[in-house]
């Protein structure tokens, strides 16, 4: 049974960081595409960043030059750095799982998902 487990959420203050980490299990995940969406309150989820079973990154404007997405396929975990947050990154964290469709963003690709993880950013 594949599963997808998010942590590292939190409140944090405008201009802090967050590490967020995307822990899988079930199945090997190294040739996947890994990638992290979110959703704030009212609006539709969202790409943030996504990277392939080479290293390879794709990121959403918004947070390039911010957030690194990163993964340890030894460890079976993916990683999200969040810089220089603001209160425009508050939302739920997901990240998702891709058998094929290297560095895609759009959600319908993607096979697994996790349950979330909320992320609030105070001024």
């Known amino acids: 049974q594949a599963q997808l487990v998010e942590s590292g959420g939190g409140l944090v203050q405008a201009g802090g960081s967050l590490r967020l980490s995307c822990a899988a299990s079930g199945r090997a995940f190294g040739f996947y595409t890994m990638a992290w969406f979110r959703q704030a309150s009212g609006k539709e989820r969202e790409f943030v960043a996504a990277i392939s079973w080479n290293s390879g990154t794709r990121y959403a404007d918004s947070v390039k030059g911010r957030f690194t997405i990163s993964r340890d396929n030894a460890k079976n975990t993916v990683f999200l750095q969040m810089n220089s947050l603001s209160p425009e990154d508050a939302a739920v964290y997901y990240c998702?799982?891709?058998?094929?469709?290297?560095?895609?963003?759009?959600?319908?690709?993607?096979?697994?998902w996790g349950q979330g993880t909320q992320v609030t950013v105070s001024s």
């Open positions: 998702a799982a891709a058998s094929r469709g290297a560095l895609t963003t759009t959600r319908n690709a993607y096979d697994y």
